[in-house]
């Protein structure tokens, strides 16, 4: 369906939200596994080109975003020391014909929760770890 009709912005999102194609293979893909904590079993990489020129937001997850050129916002990208958690927007449908690949990506890439948060103590109030994975030992472990 996605190599027939392209992709279009969700119901309640006000973009696409992607990541470009990096040298580093783990920063281009980081997403998945916190796209996969929503329940959806496999995710795959859909891979499409637009110009460079095109106007995108760009930032880091949780912080404002810029509404720059989608070159300056990669050029950016490889110049920061930490690019985990840095997100693009594209406001606008990603046609068929842009789209160049589907590939099946390895389902363990990428960080859960936030970046850097395995070296962080998750929090165990009761809204943070409903419904995660082995919430009750750490209510155990925490109690």
Same mark, same amino acid.
């Given at each position: 369906?996605?190599?027939?009709?392209?992709?279009?912005?969700?119901?309640?999102?006000?973009?696409?939200?992607?990541?470009?194609?990096?040298?580093?293979?783990?920063?281009?893909?980081? @997403?998945?596994?916190?796209?996969?904590?929503?329940?959806?079993?496999?995710?795959?990489?859909?891979?499409?080109?637009?110009?460079?020129?095109?106007?995108?937001?760009?930032?880091?997850?949780?912080?404002?975003?810029?509404?720059?050129?989608?070159?300056?916002?990669?050029?950016?990208?490889?110049?920061?020391?930490?690019?985990?958690?840095?997100?693009?927007?594209?406001?606008?449908?990603?046609?068929?014909?842009?789209?160049?690949?589907?590939?099946?990506?390895?389902?363990?890439?990428? @960080?859960?929760?936030?970046?850097?948060?395995?070296?962080?103590?998750?929090?165990?109030?009761?809204?943070?770890?409903?419904?995660?994975?082995?919430?009750?030992?750490?209510?155990?472990?925490?109690?």
């Amino acid at each position: 369906m996605i190599l027939k009709n392209g992709i279009k912005p969700g119901k309640y999102s006000h973009g696409i939200y992607c990541m470009p194609v990096l040298p580093d293979f783990y920063v281009t893909h980081q @997403w998945l596994r916190e796209l996969k904590s929503t329940g959806i079993k496999t995710l795959v990489g859909v891979y499409f080109k637009i110009n460079t020129d095109e106007l995108v937001y760009a930032g880091k997850y949780g912080q404002n975003h810029k509404h720059i050129t989608l070159g300056k916002a990669i050029a950016e990208i490889m110049e920061i020391k930490d690019p985990l958690g840095y997100e693009l927007i594209i406001d606008r449908k990603i046609e068929a014909k842009e789209i160049t690949k589907i590939k099946l990506l390895p389902q363990n890439i990428g @960080w859960r929760y936030m970046p850097d948060s395995h070296n962080r103590k998750p929090c165990i109030c009761e809204y943070c770890i409903r419904g995660t994975i082995k919430a009750d030992r750490l209510r155990r472990k925490n109690v």
